[in-house]
C-alpha cells in the first residue's frame, strides 16, 4: 500500500501567488516525522520543512508551512509569495518509527511551474 | 560544506555489464541509502545502510546488491545491467536520530543502459 500520496497534476502558479501541495500519509505509527522537499530542474533534493507527529504547531519555515491535519493524515505544503526559483518538482516523505533507521519513504512528486 | 558526492553524474552502460555506483558522505552519518527516481513513481528505496557492513533491502532490491566496507561509502552495483534499470539514481546519508533529521542528498547519477 502506497504510504504517501501525491496526487495533483502538474500546476501552474502566477508568481506572487500562493500555492498549496497537497499530501496523504497512511501510517498506523503514532511516532512518525514528514518531511517535504524541493527537486528543481538540476536535480538536486532541498529539504524544505519537517512536521513531527507529537509537533503541537504547524511547521513554518519561511515563505514554507505545512498544514498538518493529523486526524485526515494530510500534510500539505503551503509556499507563499511564489517566485519563479520556486518551479521544480515537490516531494513529500514519511519517516516511520523512532527506531533509528530514519528511511523515508516518497510520494510521486507535484510539478510546480511559477509564471510571471 | 558537508556534502554527499556520487562518483559520476551520468553514466552509459551495455546491457550485461557490471555497474558500481559509488557514493561517499564526509558528514560521519551512520545510516546511508539508496533510491531510484524514475518519472511518475517518485523515489523507490532499493537499499539501505545503518552501519558499515550492515545493509538492509528497499523496496526494489531486485536487480541490486551494495556494498559498504567503511563508514563514509556506499556502493551500489548492478550485477547485470539491463535497460529498465536505466534511471537516475540518488544517495543520500543520514544520522539515525529522531526529530527533523531527514536526508542529504548527492547530486544523482543519470544512468543509461543500452
Known amino acids: 500500500a502506497q504510504k504517501i500520496t501525491q496526487t495533483q497534476p502538474g500546476m501552474f502558479v502566477q508568481e506572487k501567488e500562493a500555492v498549496t501541495l497537497d499530501c496523504t500519509y497512511d501510517?498506523?505509527?503514532?511516532?512518525?516525522?514528514l518531511f517535504w522537499y524541493k527537486q528543481p530542474s538540476s536535480g538536486e533534493m532541498i529539504f524544505l520543512i519537517y512536521?513531527?507527529?507529537?509537533?503541537?504547531q504547524n511547521a513554518t519555515e519561511g515563505r514554507y508551512s505545512l498544514n498538518f491535519q493529523k486526524a485526515r493524515k494530510s500534510a500539505n505544503l503551503v509556499i507563499s509569495a511564489s517566485q519563479l526559483g520556486d518551479s521544480a518538482m515537490y516531494f513529500c516523505a514519511m519517516r516511520e518509527g523512532a527506531d533509528g533507521n530514519n528511511r523515508l519513504a516518497f510520494g510521486k512528486g507535484n510539478q510546480v511551474v511559477v509564471i510571471p | 560544506d558537508v556534502k554527499v558526492t556520487q562518483s559520476s553524474r551520468y553514466l552509459v552502460k551495455r546491457t550485461g555489464e557490471k555497474v558500481f555506483l559509488e557514493c561517499v558522505q564526509d558528514m560521519d552519518h551512520e545510516n546511508m541509502f539508496w533510491y531510484r527516481q524514475d518519472p511518475g513513481l517518485g523515489l523507490r528505496l532499493i537499499y539501505f545502510s545503518y552501519d558499515v557492513k550492515m545493509k538492509e533491502k528497499g523496496d526494489i532490491p531486485e536487480g541490486y546488491s551494495v556494498s559498504r566496507e567503511k563508514k563514509e561509502r556506499f556502493s551500489l552495483i548492478l550485477e547485470s545491467a539491463s535497460t529498465n534499470q536505466t534511471s537516475m539514481y540518488l544517495c543520500?546519508?543520514?544520522?539515525?536520530?529522531?526529530?527533523?533529521?531527514?536526508?542529504?542528498f548527492g547530486s544523482g547519477t543519470r544512468l543509461t543502459v543500452v
Open positions: 501510517t498506523s505509527d503514532p511516532s512518525y516525522g
Open positions: 543520500a546519508s543520514s544520522i539515525p536520530f529522531r526529530g527533523r533529521n531527514g536526508y542529504t
Open positions: 512536521q513531527g507527529s507529537y509537533d503541537q
